[in-house]
Nanobody, 126 residues
Framework: QVQLVESGGGLVQAGGSLRLSCAYSGRTFGYDIGWFRQAPGKGREFVGGTTWSSETPYYADSVKGRFAISRDKAKNTDYLQMNSLKSEDTAVYYC????????????????????WGQGTQVTVSS
């Protein structure tokens, strides 16, 4: 079993920054932790993830260069630092654990994740 809890969302002006946290407990070793977002009326979109093996982050093209994922292993927490925010970044942001143990590559599809947090709202005003 695993539990994931996101925090850190809020309202920010365009061009600003926010840092989201994803605190997890339970079985996460050997799984990727991913970040997704869902805007109103849209599907769940991959934002970024961290490989289980090398703990290397990988990103969607839409956020590459603006967002950065980091990990505090002592706290079992991943962070999503979001800079240069745009109105189109407005969404509920989720973190999730991959379904597959020891995935062979990057896990970018939402249906490859089984366990999700409750989400945190990010609103970027223009």
């Amino acid at each position: 079993q695993v539990q994931l809890v996101e925090s850190g969302g809020g309202l920010v002006q365009a061009g600003g920054s926010l840092r989201l946290s994803c605190a997890y407990s339970g079985r996460t070793f050997g799984y990727d932790i991913g970040w997704f977002r869902q805007a109103p009326g849209k599907g769940r979109e991959f934002v970024g993830g961290t490989t289980w093996s090398s703990e290397t982050p990988y990103y969607a093209d839409s956020v590459k260069g603006r967002f950065a994922i980091s990990r505090d292993k002592a706290k079992n927490t991943d962070y999503l630092q979001m800079n240069s925010l745009k109105s189109e970044d407005t969404a509920v942001y989720y973190c999730a654990r991959s379904r597959e143990l020891i995935p062979a590559g990057e896990v970018r599809a939402h249906d490859e994740y089984d366990d999700w947090g409750q989400g945190t709202q990010v609103t970027v005003s223009s």
